[in-house]
């Protein structure tokens, strides 16, 4: 049963405009939240995360939004640029100390110049 | 970037045969993990490890079995390769998360394996 799920497969975006990337959780035991970007061929890299006591993190273009209650998180790039355009994955752990991550399906996001 | 490399990068066998897949990582990080990412799944855990010959299953692990001898290298082993082992594979590492600090995974550039 998928834990994390990113229920948007794909998402299209003007240059310029804001994307927002959604994701839901079931596991109320999930302390931290991460986002991730991926390049054809190339593993995912690390982007962007948030630890279950906080609501917001912003760094540069990329902000991510945390709602506890609703089991949701967002990630908001502002500006959209073409290079943007990768399958984003929601990720979360449960806090032990394996530091084990559950991860979405991932989302296509295109940035169209 | 963290130095992770797995090899070999691309592998086709035939079903029924032993594969094993190396992850190298010049990190010294405690943690490593062993991912497949398929279609309609995103990426889900095999196996993982934390610290040298200390392993544990995660989620996908049935068909799968890992060794760590050194702390820079994690195998994972097919031992009769099966068509559902089609799959990109992702070696992760990650430091050893303490107190409130947490850290994330780096990913290798993965092995691309076709079972036939």
């Known amino acids: 049963d998928q834990q994390v799920k990113q229920n948007s497969p794909s998402l299209s975006v003007q240059e310029g405009r804001i994307s927002i990337l959604n994701c839901d959780y079931t596991?109320?035991?999930?302390?931290?939240f991460l986002w991730y970007k991926k390049y054809p061929a190339e593993g995912p890299t690390f982007l962007i995360s948030?630890?279950?006591?906080?609501d917001k993190n912003e760094d540069g273009r990329f902000t991510v939004f945390l709602n506890k209650s609703a089991k949701h998180l967002s990630l908001h790039i502002v500006p959209s640029q073409p290079g943007d355009s990768a399958v984003y994955f929601c990720?979360?752990?449960?806090?032990?100390?394996?530091?084990?991550?559950?991860f979405g399906t991932g989302t296509r996001l295109t940035v169209i110049p | 970037d963290a130095g992770i490399t797995q090899s070999p990068r691309h592998k086709v066998t035939e079903t029924g045969t032993p594969v094993t897949l190396r992850c190298h990582q010049t990190?010294?990080?405690?943690?490593m993990y062993w991912y497949r990412q398929d279609p309609g799944h995103g990426l889900r855990l095999i196996h993982y490890?934390?610290?040298?010959?200390?392993?544990d299953k995660g989620e996908v692990s049935d068909g799968y079995s890992v060794s760590r001898s050194k702390t820079e290298d994690f195998l994972l082993t097919l031992e009769s390769a099966t068509s559902s082992q089609t799959s990109v594979y992702f070696c992760?590492?990650?430091?050893?998360?303490?107190?409130?600090?947490?850290?994330?995974?780096?990913f290798g550039p993965g092995t691309r394996l076709t079972v036939l």
């Open positions: 990720a979360a752990r449960t806090g032990t100390g394996a530091n084990n991550l559950f």
């Open positions: 948030i630890s279950s006591i906080k």
């Open positions: 596991n109320s035991m999930f302390d931290y």
């Open positions: 990190e010294n990080h405690r943690y």
């Open positions: 490890s934390y610290g040298v010959k200390d392993t």
């Open positions: 992760a590492i990650s430091g050893r998360a303490s107190g409130n600090s947490y850290n994330e995974q780096f």
